[in-house]
Structures are given as structure tokens and as C-alpha cells.
């Protein structure tokens, strides 16, 4: 079997509000935590949805669009830059699951 | 809604129907809260619910056309590991194939609906069939505590309010942490990512793979090249007409090795075994969800305060001590637990700590901390380097040699052995293991 690549996999996620414009993010990260002085930088690889990427100048960036709700970076930060909360079921993202 | 319930219970996982149900049936007056979509939207599990509670819960759940369970377990496999090899314990037996089954394969947004329904049943036939509610779509935002007590809880500017709350909102434990019974920062030391897929076949070449007859199932855990040098194992659960199969992977250990969990998936499905068993599959879901290890001082300090209980994965409740990873089972026992002890409370009209402490003895007293207390030792030494990675590695050195046929006169097993000992380890090093291994296991 071909192997999918992160993109492809998220495709297969049902999201709430994905028609909505504007969502209230139910993560906040201080990505200024995270680019002054953060020894590791870990939430850009271990975040199973990509929502932490880095530029090409090293600075940390979030998006909360593709978050799956799974928790990984609330423990894998330990720099408190990591504001974490489940999204609001009106207006914020988060998934629904097909199978869980 | 001004009126007050006896209890509210925060969360539509296993262990918040669990104890639903239980309240329902004791004629409480209680209110179900559930952020998602309806029960079982949020949630992921692996996942096999292990053991026979759920036929306390529900008597008879298999005689139901369709129950909410997948598959029941009747054969189980444990896979050893190498870059080219398995070498797996297999058991099969008939003797799992009698009702109430002693592991039931789930998908969560299924099952936990499924249980959610008999909730909503259990609510009809009771007392306050008009006054207790599941809601859904309600993410609280606040246990409301007065003097220090659980009073209720708050979703945006809205308040209901209860003499009890029982907290089964998982292992993302916020509201655990807001009354002060978890630290508000939990290190990644003792937490693991869960990631699977879920992939779907044929129904009939399904089972013909897996050699399934009727709704029978396997279990197939697997350590060592699975995870690529990361702490944690991989499983393959299956279903109806797909299976479930992912990793199970440390989260500090991730961070330090600088491995991603999904590149780590990918890596396991390379494997010439698991290619082999998902060939012609096709992938319906991406999951992926923090789950604890079972290491317990990961958990809460205490697990009652006054007014309020915490149940399940919030209580940080699941182990995998080498035989399974039990936590779903963990999560019923103690939402069943919680319910009964806050039945207690209210005949005595006393939802203080000094009635709901018998919720800490009685879970104390039950499998669940017997079982958690008991094979500590062995949760530790399941994560150490040796078991991860050496152990796998000579098991499947040995294996390679011992099945190897090459008209050429055969070194005794004894001598393959020492080999593969030599090789991966030393025979000191799986001297202490053995010895840690028969005190722990």
C-alpha cells in the first residue's frame, strides 16, 4: 500500500465549522516563547497534524486549522508557550470523528 | 434550568456513560455533558475493551444485530520485531469464542454513541425521564467551586447547577487541573501519542487474511522496529470490514530523538509483515490522540474532592504492562465506581470528600488499582532500552537462525541462542531482565 502523505491524511478528517470564515482558536501559542530562546522547537515535528511549522529563517510558525484535538504539544511543550483548550463547538475548529 | 441535579457528569467517553448509566439506573436526577457532536465524536481509542464489565453494563450487549463493538477477540498476538523479521507469540483458542466475550475491538464514534443510546434508554424507564439530559455540543468551560466545593459548572455565561460533578473529560485532563487535583503543566515524561489509521477492505478478504469466522477477531501488539528506536509498540486491531493500526509512541522521547509520529506510521507500514497484511487496503481515517502510559505518577493526587469524582483516563487510569493495553475497561470500572459512590452520597445526603473518599477505597479495592499498583514495575521495565529494541532484535536474530534450512550440518538451539545473545546484548544483561521480568510480570 502507498503510504500518504500528512496532507493527504488530514484529508481524510472531518472538521467542524469548515465552512466558517472565522474560527476562534482554541489553541494560543506564544510563538515569541518559541523563538526566543526555545532549545528544541519539538512541536514542529512531534504535532501529528503539522499544525506547527518552521520558516526558512527558523521561526516557529501555528495554525490551528488542522488541529485533531489530540493534546500532543500541551505535554511536549515545556516552555509554556503552549495555551492549550478544547474549541468551542460553535465557533471554533476541532474534529469530528468517522471512527475514532 | 434553574432546578439542580443530583450530579453532573462531564464527558461522553466510556467512563462518563458508564457512570451515566449507573445513575440512571439508581433513579438520579444527573446531566450528561458532551463537547462533541454526540458521544463518541471526540473520542479515539485504539482499541480493544478487555474483559466482561461491559456485560454488567449492558447483559446481553452481543445478542444485539449490531452492538456497537466491531469484532470479539479469539486470537491474540504479541510480535517481536526486527528490520526484516517477526517473531510473534500467537494464541487462538475456542475458549474465547463464548459470550460474554473477554475483549470486544471498538471504534469510538461508533460504540460510544452505541452506549450513549443506552443511556438515553436508561433515562426513559427512570424516574426523571424528564428531568435527566444528555446535552451535547456544551464544552464546559468551569467547574464552579464554593468553599472549595463543586457546585456546578459553567459553559460560557450559562450555569447549571448539581450537589456532584463527576470529571470524565480524558486524558487532557483540564478541568482535573482547574480544581487542583493535577498539576496545571504535565510533563511529556510519562504520555504517549496514539496514531493509527483506520483501513478499509472487502468484508470477505478481511477475513479470509486475518482468518476471522463470523464477528471473531485478532489482537496483534508489536515492539522493537515498529517504533524505530522510539519508546512504544504498535498495534493491529480488527474490525468489521477494516482494521486499526497504528503506534503508540513517547512523547518525550519523540522530542528528544526528533521523530515525527506520522513519518514513524509510515515507517511501520514498510514493514515486508505489515505491507503484507494491509495490501489492497484502503485508508478511511488519520486519528491521532495523547494517551497515558500507566506509569502512576503520572496520575492525579487524588481522585475525589469535595463535590467531586474523577473517573477514567482523567484519573489517568489505562496501563500496558505487557499483556494488554487495558484503559477503556479501566474507564468503566471507575465511571461505574463513581456513580455507585455518589448513589452513597445522596441517601446520605452528604456529597462531601468524607463520603466520596469511598470512591478512592472502593477503586483501590477493585482490579483496576490492584492491577495498576501491582505491574508498576513492569510498565517500567517495558520502557527501557533493552525491552524496546535489544530484546526484539535477538528474538528475531534467534528466529531467523533456528527456521533457517540450508543442508548444512545445524548448530544446537542453545548455541543459535547465545549467538543472538551475543549479538544484540549480553547474557548478564538478560540475566537482570529475567529477573526483573519474573518479579514484575
Request: proline share 3%; with cysteine; net charge negative.
Amino acid at each position: 500500500m502507498k503510504n500518504l502523505k500528512l496532507s493527504e491524511r488530514l484529508g481524510l478528517v472531518s472538521y467542524r465549522n469548515q465552512a466558517k470564515s472565522e474560527i476562534k482558536p482554541h489553541i494560543v501559542v506564544d510563538t515569541g516563547i518559541c523563538n526566543s530562546g526555545c532549545p528544541h522547537k519539538c512541536t514542529t515535528w512531534v504535532c501529528p497534524a503539522n499544525c506547527y511549522t518552521l520558516d526558512e529563517s527558523d521561526q516557529v510558525h501555528f495554525q490551528v486549522e488542522d488541529c485533531i484535538e489530540c493534546g500532543t504539544c500541551m505535554y511536549a511543550c515545556d516552555q509554556g508557550a503552549v495555551d492549550w483548550n478544547y474549541p468551542d463547538p460553535e465557533i471554533g475548529r476541532g474534529v469530528t470523528w468517522n471512527f475514532g | 434550568m434553574d432546578e439542580k441535579f443530583d450530579c453532573i457528569v462531564i464527558g461522553g467517553g466510556v467512563a462518563g456513560l458508564s457512570a451515566a448509566l449507573t445513575l440512571a439506573r439508581n433513579n438520579m436526577k444527573f446531566l450528561l455533558i458532551e463537547r462533541g457532536e454526540f458521544a463518541g465524536s471526540k473520542n479515539v481509542s485504539g482499541g480493544v475493551l478487555w474483559g466482561s464489565d461491559l456485560n454488567k453494563l449492558v447483559p446481553n450487549y452481543w445478542e444485539e444485530e449490531d452492538g456497537g463493538w466491531e469484532r470479539f477477540i479469539n486470537h491474540r498476538r504479541l510480535t517481536f520485531m526486527d528490520e526484516q523479521s517477526t517473531f510473534s507469540l500467537d494464541f487462538k483458542s475456542k475458549h474465547f469464542n463464548e459470550a460474554p466475550y473477554s475483549g470486544v475491538v471498538v471504534l469510538r464514534s461508533k460504540f460510544d454513541n452505541w452506549l450513549s443510546a443506552k443511556v438515553q434508554e436508561a433515562i426513559d424507564a427512570s424516574d426523571f425521564a424528564m428531568d435527566s439530559f444528555i446535552a451535547t455540543n456544551i464544552k464546559v468551560d468551569e467547574v464552579l467551586m464554593e468553599n472549595d466545593k463543586a457546585v456546578g459548572i459553567r459553559t460560557g455565561e450559562e450555569e447549571f447547577h448539581a450537589d456532584s460533578v463527576i470529571i470524565a473529560e480524558g486524558v487532557n485532563n483540564l478541568l482535573t487541573r482547574q480544581v487542583g487535583l493535577q498539576d496545571k503543566y504535565v510533563p511529556a515524561d510519562h504520555m504517549l501519542t496514539g496514531i493509527k489509521e483506520v483501513i478499509r477492505f472487502d468484508q470477505k478478504v478481511l477475513e479470509d487474511r486475518f482468518q476471522l469466522n463470523g464477528l471473531s477477531g485478532m489482537s496483534n501488539e508489536f515492539v522493537g522496529w515498529a517504533t524505530d528506536g522510539v519508546e512504544g509498540g504498535g498495534f493491529l486491531y480488527t474490525n468489521r470490514d477494516t482494521i486499526s493500526l497504528g503506534l503508540v509512541l513517547s512523547i518525550k522521547d519523540m522530542r528528544e530523538k526528533k521523530r515525527s509520529p506520522h513519518d514513524l506510521l509510515n515507517h511501520f507500514k514498510t514493514h515486508p509483515t505489515i505491507a503484507d497484511a494491509i495490501r489492497g487496503g484502503e485508508i478511511v481515517e488519520y486519528s491521532a490522540h495523547v494517551v497515558s502510559s500507566g506509569d502512576s505518577r503520572a496520575m492525579p493526587k487524588e481522585l475525589y474532592k469535595d463535590g467531586i469524582l474523577i473517573a477514567g483516563e482523567a484519573a489517568n487510569l489505562l496501563m500496558n504492562a505487557g499483556k494488554a493495553i487495558q484503559g477503556m475497561d479501566y474507564a468503566m470500572r471507575s465511571g461505574i465506581l463513581a456513580a455507585e459512590t455518589i448513589v452513597k452520597a445522596k441517601e446520605q445526603n452528604d456529597y462531601s470528600s468524607a463520603v466520596l473518599r469511598e470512591y478512592r477505597a472502593v477503586l483501590n479495592d477493585s482490579y483496576v488499582m490492584k492491577d495498576i499498583n501491582n505491574f508498576q514495575d513492569a510498565v517500567h521495565l517495558l520502557h527501557t532500552e533493552t525491552m524496546q529494541s535489544k530484546v526484539p532484535n535477538l528474538i528475531c536474530d534467534f528466529g531467523r537462525q533456528f527456521f533457517t534450512i540450508k543442508n548444512e550440518p545445524t548448530p544446537k538451539s542453545e548455541k543459535m541462542l547465545l549467538g543472538a545473545i551475543k549479538r544484540h546484548s549480553s547474557l548478564w544483561e538478560l540475566i537482570q531482565l529475567g529477573f526483573k521480568a519474573r518479579k514484575s510480570l
